[in-house]
């Protein structure tokens, strides 16, 4: 009795569900549901970023099934994860530095540099229609690599 239920929802689109008192303060919501992140964490509510540790949850008009975001600022500790994410690790197994797409652009490349070196010493075994779907498809990752990384 008493309790609401608050949606804190991450930047990537992950949510938890918070259960508070109306009286409870900003501070206690983030020491309670970001233990030891408290500074890094940024609340925000109808657009208003939740700066005052002191305001209670009633006062800022909290109520039942309300959508907080949360956002965790880059501080000291870098080398925490960005947001707490629920059920098992992401990508990456224990012990990996990088994860499985990392390594997709240069699979792709290791496999059209192989196609180009098969078309170029063994032409006769490459149709028309082969070479230009060589052709495209190169083009295509091309376009697909710049258009990722050359921001």
Not at 72 to 82: V, Y
Not at 109 to 134: D, E, K
Request: aromatic letters at 8%.
């Amino acid at each position: 009795p008493g309790l609401i239920k608050i949606r804190l929802k991450f930047l990537n689109d992950t949510e938890e569900v918070a259960v508070a008192r109306p009286e409870d303060t900003v501070g206690i919501l983030k020491s309670k549901y970001f233990p030891g992140q408290e500074s890094q964490m940024k609340l925000i509510y109808r657009g208003q970023l939740l700066q005052d540790q002191a305001r209670t949850l009633r006062s800022l008009r909290i109520t039942d099934n309300c959508v907080i975001h949360c956002h965790r600022s880059r501080g000291a500790t870098a080398a925490t994860p960005d947001l707490p994410e629920p059920g098992p690790a992401g990508p990456t197994a224990p012990g990996l530095p990088l994860g499985g797409g990392t390594l997709m652009v240069p699979t792709v490349m290791v496999v059209l540099a192989l196609g180009w070196y098969f078309r170029i010493n063994y032409r006769q075994l490459f149709t028309a229609p082969a070479t230009v779907s060589l052709i495209g498809v190169t083009v295509l990752v091309t376009f697909l690599a710049f258009g990722v990384y050359g921001q």
